[in-house]
């Protein structure tokens, strides 16, 4: 069963995320409300993928994607950025960071769980990273 | 695992969680706005609140982006650039752009009564108040010549810094701040409260540019953190004031000091971890009330707060502890602990019919003893789910500052806003109900009250004219006293008025106290707008004030001396829901009346019962007492036939009348439920509450109830004295 | 960027349904101005509750009627609009009763064992109505809907929204935001 990690500090976006991802075929979505949740719960087990927000107060998304692929538990997972189009250089960094995919804020449920199904099934047959 | 709803946006549940959380982010920027406009009138600059603004905004351009909310997405979306703007420093903080942020809060809030009211309403008020901003926006040339070159920074940790986080980044660097790393390590399961208290200890000392946590030297239970630190202080400070056995402080050396980048050993035991100087910023002066004038019986506790300092607690924002609650589903909990106090009502009187009739000798008590138990938990219950709805008053405050603000920039009149007991907490209906009120209060103390400077200097007064706002506790009531030093009520000229409107007669205006002269402003059709300057004194709309308060269960009560000041008292009961009642019958149908405006109740006897002008009065122990009979006052038949009545002393502050009833019922707890939107308007009722098998009754409002019968009362004695 | 936000397909549109009116429904009397023609527009079948008053059927959407009740204690309440009868309590709720025989301007009449209360939603607040009987859910297409003639109960002709005609039958539909104006 594969799980996903929801990292994003907006209760509306997080509900939101978790409605557009539950659908997926047997996957199991976990919430974080910030950066330091989600430290709190890497260790714990493996997740499949992580969606992420990038302007979150204290640890940002950016930092989250440098924590995650330094990690010897996740990092080779496909991270999905979830962010408004407020920066681009914001976003050139995160996928220089190794983010695998951003999506622009606001998206349809369909695009997320489009690229989310995409990115399950590439991890499955070991061709994450590539689009 | 399948999710139980389909996935959208759109679905109810999903679009209430839209609604509060845009609600309350709309009600921190409204609060982050204000807080800026105080830095800015000092000179000062913060870029954490100006970053508290911004993220609102994003926050709330990705929500209504979701939900499809066209209309506010394109607001925040030009919001964020111009905000995006000002935080990276390339645009300059001036008071018209303030303005027009706080025309923004309006607009988001207008748009998010219209979309909940299901209002599709389009207008050009997004392009105007981009129009303005545009204008006003005073765009600075980017003088970020600053080579961060000259630090050795981890490329890594550079790597990831957000713009906006390289730009403070730059801007302390350019101010000649030093860099700081602090190391923590920190254990994850208490990291929240550790890193709060850095956080707390380091605000002092600079700017905490991003927190980096590292995955080397990270296991299962604890983390490494790099912090980024700048600040003016000199490394030993810094160090000594922050090591701990938990972080480690570094210096960010310099390339072309050359100096060694040897680490100093944390300085000697830091002490236990805990001894970090949290009250540092904390002792900031505390506003007075210096030209506020003072009224006797006016003793808020604790000192008064002016509302530029109440900016201390920017830490409560950990939102992870509390729950956003419609208050409807609460209203639904109410309504069960009502019924279930309806069943346990029936117990009891089963319980004591077994007992009376003499059957189930041993069950009888037992029976007694368990109903005592159940009404213990409801009424524990009863009391939870009150403090639930317990908010504090400063929501409403904040709305009114923003409206002291605009109101006094409109009118060119120099006025400090001064806020106590912010943190007093009511009913959240109360504090809905309340706020149109006090807006009016405060709305009549700038337009009438406070004069402007050049008036106020002349008459000895200081030029900067003061209205404050108190609230604090007082028994199960909530006091709320609007003060001004401005001009004053002048009474002979509101008794001038009042005469020649006709609502009194010079005779029975002769015989007014003090006390009552003052009252007439809250007579309707008296302080209308047409009036209000001639009035000198308040104006719009005070007999709707007094007509809210008291539907609230509440009373108000005027002090003023010419030239000094005005100062408004509101007495509220902290919470709605639940008050004791006296129920009675009155020509077969049955009401409520809030005990606590109850002074007594006894049999009518009919040679107390005189006649006079048409109306009937009793003599109380040597006080004549207006009767009122409600079924005359509501055009409903009465038994007719001799019978045995009753008589129920209602009223406040010396207003007082009998209401005449065929039976007193019996005291009890009721549940006021509000009335439809067609009834809430009636006078003298103030809702309903159910009885179980009996049906709803109605609850009188007491007070509004008495003035109609003493505006009776003071109507016909003018006729009568009429030659 | 690394793709993938690939945009599903918008289902095609729907084909347009043969000119003429919708076959498979009875046949609805031709009226000289139908406020909607059934060509190129799909066939939309709106559900209405049809209830009684006096000898008339009416009818209000049905998704606007949260329940219906048997008349429960009433209790009166001074100085209210004249059309509303009192308020009633629905689970813990106060609900204000509105007559709706004297909002149409129908003579009045005691309840009986058929009379019942319709609760409706106006803009969050429940409302109750009294109607003399249910009678049933009544499907109509637009094309069964016609324009109030101006002879039904002209002083109330605000109060309406049609005429939905099936075979002989005819309801009266009511305007619930109109009925509620002014209460």
């Given at each position: 069963?594969?799980?996903?990690?929801?990292?994003?500090?907006?209760?509306?976006?997080?509900?939101?995320?978790?409605?557009?991802?539950?659908?997926?075929?047997?996957?199991?979505?976990?919430?974080?409300?910030?950066?330091?949740?989600?430290?709190?719960?890497?260790?714990?087990?493996?997740?499949?993928?992580?969606?992420?927000?990038?302007?979150?107060?204290?640890?940002?998304?950016?930092?989250?994607?440098?924590?995650?692929?330094?990690?010897?538990?996740?990092?080779?997972?496909?991270?999905?950025?979830?962010?408004?189009?407020?920066?681009?250089?914001?976003?050139?960094?995160?996928?220089?960071?190794?983010?695998?995919?951003?999506?622009?804020?606001?998206?349809?449920?369909?695009?997320?769980?489009?690229?989310?199904?995409?990115?399950?099934?590439?991890?499955?047959?070991?061709?994450?990273?590539?689009? | 695992?399948?999710?139980?709803?389909?996935?959208?946006?759109?679905?109810?549940?999903?679009?209430?969680?839209?609604?509060?959380?845009?609600?309350?982010?709309?009600?921190?920027?409204?609060?982050?706005?204000?807080?800026?406009?105080?830095?800015?009138?000092?000179?000062?600059?913060?870029?954490?609140?100006?970053?508290?603004?911004?993220?609102a905004v994003h926050t709330l351009k990705g929500l209504s982006g979701l939900f499809g909310v066209g209309r506010m997405t394109s607001l925040s979306h030009n919001l964020e650039n111009v905000l995006d703007d000002l935080r990276l420093g390339r645009m300059a903080l001036s008071a018209e752009v303030l303005d027009l942020l706080f025309d923004s809060v309006e607009l988001y809030n207008r748009m998010l009564g219209d979309l909940k009211?299901?209002?599709?309403?389009?207008?050009?008020?997004?392009?105007?108040?981009?129009?303005?901003?545009?204008?006003?926006?005073?765009?600075?040339?980017?003088?970020?010549?600053?080579?961060?070159?000259?630090?050795?920074?981890?490329?890594?940790?550079?790597?990831?810094?957000?713009?906006?986080?390289?730009?403070?980044?730059?801007?302390?660097?350019?101010?000649?701040?030093?860099?700081?790393?602090?190391?923590?390590?920190?254990?994850?399961?208490?990291?929240?409260?550790?890193?709060?208290?850095?956080?707390?200890?380091?605000?002092?000392?600079?700017?905490?540019?991003?927190?980096?946590?590292?995955?080397?030297?990270?296991?299962?239970?604890?983390?490494?953190?790099?912090?980024?630190?700048?600040?003016?202080?000199?490394?030993?400070?810094?160090?000594?004031?922050?090591?701990?056995?938990?972080?480690?402080?570094?210096?960010?050396?310099?390339?072309?000091?050359?100096?060694?980048?040897?680490?100093?050993?944390?300085?000697?035991?830091?002490?236990?971890?805990?001894?970090?100087?949290?009250?540092?910023?904390?002792?900031?002066?505390?506003?007075?009330?210096?030209?506020?004038?003072?009224?006797?019986?006016?003793?808020?506790?604790?000192?008064?707060?002016?509302?530029?300092?109440?900016?201390?607690?920017?830490?409560?924002?950990?939102?992870?502890?509390?729950?956003?609650?419609?208050?409807?589903?609460?209203?639904?909990?109410?309504?069960?602990?009502?019924?279930?106090?309806?069943?346990?009502?029936?117990?009891?009187?089963?319980?004591e019919r077994i007992r009376a009739a003499g059957l189930l000798k041993e069950l009888g008590p037992e029976l007694h003893r368990m109903n005592r138990g159940f009404d213990r938990q409801l009424s524990d219950l009863q009391e939870g789910i009150l403090e639930v709805r317990m908010v504090p008053l400063g929501q409403v405050f904040d709305k009114l500052a923003r409206i002291v603000r605009q109101i006094s920039r409109e009118e060119a009149?120099?006025?400090?806003?001064?806020?106590?007991?912010?943190?007093?907490?009511?009913?959240?209906?109360?504090?809905?109900?309340?706020?149109?009120?006090?807006?009016?209060?405060?709305?009549?103390?700038?337009?009438?009250?406070?004069?402007?400077?050049?008036?106020?200097?002349?008459?000895?007064?200081?030029?900067?004219?003061?209205?404050?706002?108190?609230?604090?506790?007082?028994?199960?009531?909530?006091?709320?006293?609007?003060?001004?030093?401005?001009?004053?009520?002048?009474?002979?000229?509101?008794?001038?008025?009042?005469?020649?409107?006709?609502?009194?007669?010079?005779?029975?205006?002769?015989?007014?106290?003090?006390?009552?002269?003052?009252?007439?402003?809250?007579?309707?059709?008296?302080?209308?707008?047409?009036?209000?300057?001639?009035?000198?004194?308040?104006?719009?709309?005070?007999?709707?004030?007094?007509?809210?308060?008291?539907?609230?269960?509440?009373?108000?009560?005027?002090?003023?001396?010419?030239?000094?000041?005005?100062?408004?008292?509101?007495?509220?009961?902290?919470?709605?829901?639940?008050?004791?009642?006296?129920?009675?019958?009155?020509?077969?149908?049955?009401?409520?009346?809030?005990?606590?405006?109850?002074?007594?109740?006894?049999?009518?006897?009919?040679?107390?019962?005189?006649?006079?002008?048409?109306?009937?009065?009793?003599?109380?122990?040597?006080?004549?007492?207006?009767?009122?009979?409600?079924?005359?006052?509501?055009?409903?038949?009465?038994?007719?036939?001799?019978?045995?009545?009753?008589?129920?002393?209602?009223?406040?502050?010396?207003?007082?009348?009998?209401?005449?009833?065929?039976?007193?019922?019996?005291?009890?707890?009721?549940?006021?439920?509000?009335?439809?939107?067609?009834?809430?308007?009636?006078?003298?009722?103030?809702?309903?509450?159910?009885?179980?098998?009996?049906?709803?009754?109605?609850?009188?409002?007491?007070?509004?109830?008495?003035?109609?019968?003493?505006?009776?009362?003071?109507?016909?004695?003018?006729?009568?004295?009429?030659? | 960027?690394?793709?993938?936000?690939?945009?599903?397909?918008?289902?095609?549109?729907?084909?347009?349904?043969?000119?003429?009116?919708?076959?498979?429904?009875?046949?609805?009397?031709?009226?000289?101005?139908?406020?909607?023609?059934?060509?190129?527009?799909?066939?939309?079948?709106?559900?209405?509750?049809?209830?009684?008053?006096?000898?008339?059927?009416?009818?209000?959407?049905?998704?606007?009627?949260?329940?219906?009740?048997?008349?429960?204690?009433?209790?009166?309440?001074?100085?209210?609009?004249?059309?509303?009868?009192?308020?009633?309590?629905?689970?813990?709720?106060?609900?204000?009763?509105?007559?709706?025989?004297?909002?149409?301007?129908?003579?009045?009449?005691?309840?009986?064992?058929?009379?019942?209360?319709?609760?409706?939603?106006?803009?969050?607040?429940?409302?109750?109505?009294?109607?003399?009987?249910?009678?049933?859910?009544?499907?109509?297409?637009?094309?069964?809907?016609?324009?109030?003639?101006?002879?039904?109960?002209?002083?109330?002709?605000?109060?309406?929204?049609?005429?939905?005609?099936?075979?002989?039958?005819?309801?009266?539909?009511?305007?619930?935001?109109?009925?509620?104006?002014?209460?």
């Amino acid at each position: 069963m594969p799980a996903i990690l929801v990292v994003e500090d907006s209760p509306a976006m997080r509900a939101f995320v978790r409605a557009s991802l539950e659908p997926i075929e047997s996957c199991d979505v976990a919430l974080a409300e910030n950066g330091f949740e989600a430290l709190r719960v890497l260790p714990r087990r493996r997740y499949d993928l992580i969606v992420t927000d990038i302007n979150m107060p204290d640890i940002n998304g950016l930092e989250l994607i440098r924590f995650v692929r330094q990690s010897e538990s996740h990092r080779d997972v496909p991270i999905v950025i979830i962010s408004t189009d407020a920066s681009p250089r914001d976003r050139e960094r995160a996928i220089a960071l190794g983010a695998t995919d951003y999506l622009v804020k606001p998206f349809s449920a369909d695009d997320l769980r489009a690229v989310v199904e995409k990115r399950l099934l590439g991890a499955r047959a070991g061709l994450e990273g590539l689009p | 695992m399948t999710g139980s709803e389909p996935p959208g946006a759109r679905t109810d549940r999903a679009l209430s969680e839209f609604f509060s959380e845009a609600q309350e982010i709309v009600e921190w920027l409204s609060r982050d706005l204000l807080l800026l406009d105080q830095c800015q009138k000092r000179g000062e600059q913060d870029p954490d609140l100006l970053n508290n603004v911004f993220r609102a905004v994003h926050t709330l351009k990705g929500l209504s982006g979701l939900f499809g909310v066209g209309r506010m997405t394109s607001l925040s979306h030009n919001l964020e650039n111009v905000l995006d703007d000002l935080r990276l420093g390339r645009m300059a903080l001036s008071a018209e752009v303030l303005d027009l942020l706080f025309d923004s809060v309006e607009l988001y809030n207008r748009m998010l009564g219209d979309l909940k009211a299901g209002v599709d309403a389009e207008g050009s008020e997004v392009e105007d108040l981009l129009v303005r901003l545009d204008r006003a926006a005073a765009k600075k040339p980017t003088g970020q010549n600053v080579t961060l070159g000259e630090y050795e920074l981890d490329a890594g940790l550079l790597a990831v810094l957000t713009e906006y986080e390289e730009h403070r980044l730059r801007t302390n660097v350019n101010g000649g701040c030093n860099l700081f790393r602090l190391c923590a390590h920190f254990e994850l399961s208490v990291i929240d409260t550790d890193l709060e208290a850095l956080k707390l200890a380091a605000k002092p000392f600079g700017e905490i540019i991003t927190f980096l946590p590292s995955s080397t030297g990270s296991t299962e239970d604890a983390i490494d953190l790099d912090i980024l630190l700048a600040s003016h202080r000199p490394f030993a400070e810094v160090a000594k004031a922050l090591s701990s056995d938990k972080v480690q402080v570094i210096e960010v050396p310099r390339k072309f000091v050359g100096r060694p980048t040897v680490l100093p050993a944390p300085p000697p035991a830091a002490g236990a971890p805990g001894t970090l100087p949290v009250g540092a910023e904390l002792s900031a002066p505390f506003g007075e009330i210096d030209s506020a004038p003072s009224f006797p019986s006016s003793a808020p506790p604790g000192p008064p707060t002016a509302l530029e300092h109440v900016s201390a607690p920017t830490t409560i924002r950990s939102v992870s502890q509390t729950v956003r609650v419609d208050i409807r589903k609460l209203d639904r909990l109410m309504n069960i602990v009502g019924e279930l106090s309806i069943f346990g009502n029936a117990f009891a009187r089963v319980g004591e019919r077994i007992r009376a009739a003499g059957l189930l000798k041993e069950l009888g008590p037992e029976l007694h003893r368990m109903n005592r138990g159940f009404d213990r938990q409801l009424s524990d219950l009863q009391e939870g789910i009150l403090e639930v709805r317990m908010v504090p008053l400063g929501q409403v405050f904040d709305k009114l500052a923003r409206i002291v603000r605009q109101i006094s920039r409109e009118e060119a009149k120099e006025i400090r806003f001064v806020v106590s007991g912010s943190d007093t907490e009511v009913d959240k209906l109360i504090v809905e109900e309340l706020s149109d009120p006090l807006m009016h209060l405060i709305r009549n103390a700038i337009d009438h009250g406070i004069e402007h400077s050049a008036e106020r200097q002349a008459a000895g007064k200081p030029a900067v004219g003061t209205i404050a706002l108190n609230a604090y506790q007082k028994g199960s009531h909530v006091v709320l006293e609007v003060e001004d030093d401005g001009r004053g009520i002048d009474e002979e000229e509101l008794l001038r008025t009042a005469i020649d409107r006709g609502f009194i007669t010079v005779e029975s205006g002769r015989e007014l106290s003090r006390r009552d002269l003052l009252g007439l402003v809250f007579l309707p059709g008296l302080s209308t707008k047409r009036t209000a300057d001639e009035l000198s004194g308040r104006g719009v709309g005070m007999d709707v004030v007094k007509t809210n308060i008291s539907r609230l269960g509440g009373v108000i009560d005027v002090q003023s001396e010419v030239g000094i000041g005005t100062k408004l008292t509101i007495t509220l009961p902290i919470t709605l829901a639940i008050i004791s009642a006296l129920v009675v019958e009155v020509a077969d149908r049955t009401f409520a009346l809030a005990l606590s405006t109850v002074q007594e109740a006894l049999p009518l006897r009919a040679d107390q019962l005189r006649t006079i002008e048409g109306r009937e009065v009793i003599s109380l122990r040597g006080a004549t007492l207006p009767l009122c009979r409600l079924g005359q006052l509501f055009g409903w038949e009465e038994q007719a036939g001799p019978r045995t009545e009753y008589i129920v002393v209602a009223g406040m502050a010396g207003r007082r009348v009998g209401f005449v009833v065929d039976r007193l019922i019996g005291q009890q707890d009721i549940v006021i439920k509000a009335l439809g939107r067609s009834l809430s308007a009636i006078r003298g009722l103030a809702g309903a509450t159910d009885l179980g098998a009996d049906g709803l009754a109605l609850v009188l409002d007491v007070p509004s109830l008495v003035e109609e019968v003493l505006a009776l009362e003071l109507r016909t004695s003018e006729i009568g004295a009429r030659p | 960027m690394s793709g993938g936000s690939s945009r599903p397909s918008r289902p095609p549109p729907r084909a347009p349904l043969a000119k003429g009116e919708p076959g498979a429904l009875a046949p609805a009397p031709r009226t000289p101005r139908p406020l909607f023609r059934g060509d190129a527009r799909p066939v939309v079948t709106i559900e209405y509750l049809g209830f009684h008053l006096d000898q008339e059927e009416y009818a209000l959407p049905l998704p606007t009627v949260r329940e219906i009740l048997k008349v429960p204690t009433i209790t009166e309440v001074p100085r209210a609009p004249v059309d509303v009868l009192g308020i009633i309590s629905v689970r813990g709720t106060v609900v204000t009763l509105v007559d709706l025989r004297r909002r149409v301007g129908l003579p009045e009449r005691p309840f009986d064992r058929r009379t019942r209360v319709l609760v409706v939603d106006r803009a969050g607040e429940q409302m109750g109505l009294v109607v003399d009987s249910v009678s049933e859910v009544v499907r109509l297409t637009r094309a069964q809907i016609e324009e109030a003639p101006a002879v039904v109960g002209a002083k109330h002709a605000e109060l309406l929204a049609g005429v939905g005609r099936h075979g002989e039958s005819m309801w009266v539909l009511l305007d619930l935001g109109a009925v509620l104006a002014g209460i």
